[in-house]
């Protein structure tokens, strides 16, 4: 196992070269050449022994617990009230979804990177910006977090959580199957490709304020994508918040269109990491020799 020190000075990447959400590219000198990274290796099975890989899907779990909790418990507070107007309505949920992106990836940026989603996760994969052994990992710990943060929620208000659906994404009526899809789809590619913007390590060598502000435009684009399909599907773009509420509300209906809330952000992330990677970036998908 490495020593603590080392531990500390990687935080959560094992490489210096790859950049956590909201970190600068920073070098060993004054100067802010930039030098593009080479990418993650595909597996990396000496992160197994790293006490930081552990910190980070720790990390990755507690944050998703409490993104879900407070979101959850949001939601059910709007469902209760007999008059939108009494409540925070459609904007105020919205809010406290893109609030919590914001400080918890924030808070989690340098531990772990703050991705707090599936779909953030398989994009930075695909762009080769983690392994996929820290991948998988991640996502586990991400749906475990979740799962437990509308277990809480459901603990403190059965009653009230069971009565209004349990915050489980569904495609409302009147909206196809395929309006769900392209939904999702179309979310999480603005989720995904706002990440990859704020984060890209060129600009961040460039203007030392980007690593600061990263947290805040993520955090703005969950909640824009969140007004604009919650009527639609609720807006998933996450599939461990998706899956928690499906396992813990466990309605036949919360499951009927459930593969659309995988599928969807899964293809919108990987549609982000191409145009970010091919198109801005021209950076070839290759692995590392």
Known sequence: ??????????????????????????????????????????????????????????????????????????????????????????????????????????????????????????????????????????????????ICGAGVVKGFQQGLYMGNGGGANVVASGYTKGDGLGAEIVGTFILVYTVFSATDAKRNARDSHVPILAPLPVGFAVFLVHLATIPITGTGINPARSLCAAIIYNKDHAWNDHWIFWVGPFVGAALAAIYHQVIIRAIPFKSRS
């Open 1 to 146: 196992m490495e020593g603590k020190e080392e531990d500390v000075r990687l935080g959560a990447n094992r490489y210096s070269d790859r950049q956590p959400i909201g970190t600068a590219a920073q070098g060993a000198g004054d100067d802010k050449d930039y030098k593009e990274p080479p990418p993650a290796p595909l597996f990396e099975p000496g992160e197994l022994k790293s006490w930081s890989f552990y910190r980070a899907g720790i990390a990755e779990f507690v944050a998703t617990f409490l993104f879900l909790y407070i979101t959850i418990l949001t939601v059910m507070g709007v469902s209760k009230s007999s008059s939108k107007c009494a409540t925070v309505g459609i904007q105020g949920i919205a809010w406290s979804f893109g609030g919590m992106i914001f400080a918890l990836v924030y808070c989690t940026a340098g531990i772990s990177g703050g991705h707090i989603n599936p779909a953030v996760t398989f994009g930075l994969f695909l762009a080769r910006k983690l392994s996929l052994t820290r991948a998988i990992f991640y996502i586990v710990m991400q749906c475990l977090g979740a």
